[in-house]
C-alpha cells in the first residue's frame, strides 16, 4: 500500500508545469478571455472566452478589476495580482491598460490539471480590432523578458513598477517589395532581397496611451511593434 502512494505522488508530480496565465479585457463589451501557455515553448495549453477556465484544477481570474487589480486563484490556491512573489503568493503578474483594454500577465505559477478542453477564444470580442491590440501587448511583455535589465521607476513600498507607454501602430505591407537600380542604358537590375514595408498607420489607429505596471523600459526606448496584420487597419 505505501508503494502505490508514493508512485501516484510521483506521477502527480510530474505532471505539473511551469504556466503563464493571460487574462484580456475588451472594456466597451466587458467581454473577457482566458489562456494558458506553457512557460518554456510557449504553447497555448488552454483558453476560454470568459474568465474561468474549467478544469480539475480550475483557474479562475473572476475578482479582476476593469484595470487588471485583484485575486485569482488556481484550484484552491487564491494569488494577488502584484510583481513581487512576496506579496502575490508566489506569482509574478504585470498589467497593461487603457480606457478600451485590459491585459494580465502572470507568470511562475505551476499548473497539473488533467482534464481540460483547449478551448477557442477567435469569436469571444465584438471588436476585430481587440484581437490585434491583445497580441500586440502579449508579444511586447513577453519581448520585456529578453530586455528585463531596462527595469525602471521602482517604489520602495513594494518594488512594482508604473509608467506609460504609447505605441505607434504599424501597417505591414501585404506583399514584400523590391528596390531596383534603374539604368537608362540598359535593363534595370533588383538591388537586394525582397522584403516586407512598414510604415505608420493611418491615424495611429489602434495606438494610443497605456498605463504599465510591471513590465516598464528605459524613458525613451523606442522599437518597432511588427504584430499588425497585413495591410492595416
Given at each position: ?9 510521483f506521477?502527480?508530480a ?7 496565465i ?10 473577457s ?34 484595470d ?13 495580482i ?25 507568470s ?30 502579449r ?7 529578453m ?8 517604489s ?13 501602430i ?8 523590391q ?55
Open positions: 500500500m505505501h508503494c502505490l502512494f508514493a508512485l501516484t505522488s506521477i502527480t510530474v505532471a505539473a508545469i511551469d504556466v503563464q493571460a487574462w484580456r479585457l475588451e472594456k466597451s463589451s466587458n467581454i478571455a482566458l489562456g494558458v501557455y506553457n512557460a518554456e515553448t510557449g504553447d497555448l495549453l488552454a483558453e476560454a472566452c470568459g474568465s474561468l477556465i474549467d478544469a480539475d484544477i480550475p483557474i479562475d481570474f473572476s475578482d479582476v478589476s476593469d487588471g487589480y485583484g485575486n485569482f486563484t488556481v484550484g484552491d490556491e487564491s494569488f494577488l502584484h510583481t513581487n512573489p512576496d506579496f502575490s503568493g508566489g506569482p509574478e503578474c504585470s498589467k497593461t491598460f487603457n480606457p478600451d483594454h485590459a491585459i494580465v500577465q502572470c511562475k505559477i505551476t499548473w497539473s490539471a488533467e482534464k481540460f478542453s483547449k478551448g477557442d477564444v477567435s469569436d469571444c470580442f465584438e471588436d476585430e480590432e481587440s484581437y490585434t491590440v491583445f497580441h500586440s501587448l508579444a511586447r511583455d513577453l519581448s520585456y523578458g530586455h528585463s535589465a531596462h527595469r525602471r521607476d521602482s520602495d513600498l513594494d518594488e512594482r513598477q508604473y509608467c506609460s507607454w504609447a505605441p505607434s504599424k501597417v505591414i505591407g501585404d506583399d514584400t517589395v528596390n531596383y537600380v534603374f539604368n537608362t542604358c540598359g535593363p534595370n537590375s533588383d538591388d537586394g532581397d525582397p522584403y516586407v514595408m512598414y510604415s505608420p498607420n493611418d491615424q495611429n489607429r489602434g495606438g494610443g496611451y497605456y498605463c504599465v505596471v510591471g513590465t516598464c523600459r528605459s524613458q525613451g526606448d523606442q522599437y518597432w511593434d511588427k504584430t499588425g496584420r497585413a495591410g492595416g487597419p
